[in-house]
């Protein structure tokens, strides 16, 4: 879906004109996420404004309903990196963004980034991390950056976050109450 713009010739030895035309690629790129996502056009189409708008998506619903493959088949569909982060309660802010490993060989600090450096990330169940680990994938969001040891790196274009929670009245995932 990478062909934003197209190239059409009228007649041999005449110009090429370039043509563009947003709302026909827009649809092609919803009708190849909706091969994927079946019945859930609205769900499809607010995913591709967050996208466009350069914004992030929290979808809340019970498991099983596809919120994983929606957000794969984003990336997917426009050819970007995708990465899955599982919260749970024992989840570190450096296992979100990542961390300088010492290297004994070279006697120096070797940075390991961390799966949020993609360009699209589902970040599953994100009412269930602790305040911490919420706190770095909201400078990440906010900023499109994250700052590991006082040093600032930057994330991917286009950055989007596609995070999910169950809803509050689901067993066994407790409330910790983020607004993403």
């Known amino acids: 879906m990478r062909d934003w713009i197209t190239a059409e ?21 919803q009708a190849a996420i909706e091969q994927v996502i079946r019945g859930k056009s609205d769900t499809v189409k607010l995913a591709l404004i967050a996208l466009f708008a350069k914004g992030h998506l929290l979808i809340e619903d019970v498991p099983g309903i596809g919120k994983t493959t929606l957000a794969n088949a984003l990336a997917r569909a426009l050819e970007l990196s995708f990465n899955r982060i599982q919260f749970t309660s024992d989840l570190l802010p450096t296992d979100v963004i990542g961390l300088s490993i010492y290297n004994q060989r070279t006697g120096d600090f070797e940075w390991k980034p961390g799966p949020i450096f993609s360009n699209i990330i589902l970040v599953d169940e994100i009412n269930r991390a602790t305040p911490k680990t919420q706190s770095a994938l909201l400078e ?5 950056q994250v700052t590991v040891e006082g040093v600032t790196r930057r994330l991917p274009t286009p950055f989007i ?20």
């Open 9 to 29: 010739t009228a007649q041999p030895n005449e110009a090429t004109v370039l043509t563009f035309d947003p709302a026909e690629k827009i649809a092609r790129l």
């Open 161 to 180: 976050v596609v995070a999910t929670q169950n809803p509050s009245e689901h067993h066994g995932i407790p409330a910790a109450g983020i607004a993403a």
């Open 140 to 144: 990440a969001m906010a900023e499109e």
